[in-house]
């Protein structure tokens, strides 16, 4: 769907004062560190980063002499943030670190992470991004980062698209269980929208199959005629497809040579999300080349 952009508006900005810093704090990058708490932060990560550690590794990472990086990995240890075992002398990450994660991942916000990337990706592409979730049988689409051109891709929030014929529904679709698929697709059906739409089964396994390869998908005509779209999918903390990022505009400036430009920023927009949503990227494309029909034993699908 397009629109087209009427006169520029303007928007005010005001100082607010930091509520999560003292009212004498001066900004400054050097008085914001504690040395000995970067130090237990930087073995941390360390740890966290490792599948069992001695404390010779992890002093020789961190930089520290081994009997200060035992002095920080025994104070974390007290708090339940590493453990020791002691049959193989290894360092490990605690349980209290996955508590604390799991209450990140609580309170994170999608639509406010997205936001920046979602603004870099428009300004890159010069065309209008979108982010969408999925639902149980459709994409519902969440929130949109107009371009600044005349004519414009535009999807209200809460727009609801079928998988089969969306960037972003394709993208979630190539990285899902061959079962899940078929499930979604019996349940949804495979409605034509546009010539270009894929209601055929076996073409719309072999672009699954694209997608996953090259970890982007393309809404070609294929709901809206005149409409071109680039998508990538949004992983969780399980790397299982919760949604997309995508950028969309006409098709005379998406253009088909355009793809190949546009394709890999969208992706790493969505890798980039992924990551500050606390999940885990699915670069896997394990069993990828049987496009022909294991990888999408779907022809149970077919919509009636």
């Not at 592409?125 to 969408?132: F, H, I, P, S, V």
């Not at 899940?180 to 894929?198: C, D, Q, S, Y």
């Not at 606390?278 to 990888?295: I, P, Q, V, W, Y």
Request: proline share 3%; hydrophobic share 40%; net charge neutral.
């Amino acid at each position: 769907m397009f629109d087209e952009i009427g006169k520029n508006g303007s928007m005010e900005t005001s100082e607010k004062r930091q509520r999560g810093r003292p009212r004498a704090f001066n900004g400054r990058a050097e008085a914001a560190s504690v040395q000995s708490l970067d130090r237990a932060l930087r073995i941390l990560a360390i740890v966290a980063e490792g599948a069992g550690l001695s404390l010779s590794e992890i002093a020789a990472q961190s930089g520290l002499p081994a009997s200060t990086a035992y002095r920080m990995l025994t104070t974390l240890q007290n708090h339940g943030m590493v453990e020791f075992e002691s049959t193989d002398q290894l360092w490990s990450i605690g349980v209290e670190t996955y508590r604390m994660g799991a209450a990140f991942l609580r309170r994170r916000k999608l639509v406010d992470r997205a936001r920046i990337v979602m603004q870099e990706l428009m300004e890159k592409t010069g065309e209008t991004a979108n982010l969408g979730v999925a639902e149980d049988d459709c994409v519902v689409f969440v929130s949109q980062v107009e371009t600044h051109q005349a004519i414009r891709a535009f999807f209200r929030p809460g727009t609801r698209s079928s998988f089969h014929a969306s960037g972003i529904g394709k993208a979630v679709l190539a990285h899902l269980e061959p079962e899940r698929v078929g499930a979604i697709l019996r349940k949804a059906g495979l409605e034509r929208f546009t010539e270009n739409t894929l209601s055929d089964i076996s073409a719309l396994a072999r672009d699954l199959v694209r997608i996953k390869l090259r970890g982007w998908s393309v809404d070609d005509e294929e709901r809206h005629p005149g409409m071109r779209c680039v998508a990538a999918a949004i992983f969780n903390e399980f790397g299982e497809p919760i949604g997309g990022v995508s950028v969309s505009g006409p098709t005379v400036r998406v253009t088909q040579e355009r793809l190949a430009e546009i394709g890999p920023l969208v992706r790493d927009a969505a890798t980039e999300i992924t990551r500050m949503i606390g999940g885990l990227s699915n670069s896997s494309t394990k069993g990828s080349a049987d496009a022909s029909g294991s990888l999408f034993d779907i022809t149970a699908a077919r919509s009636p």
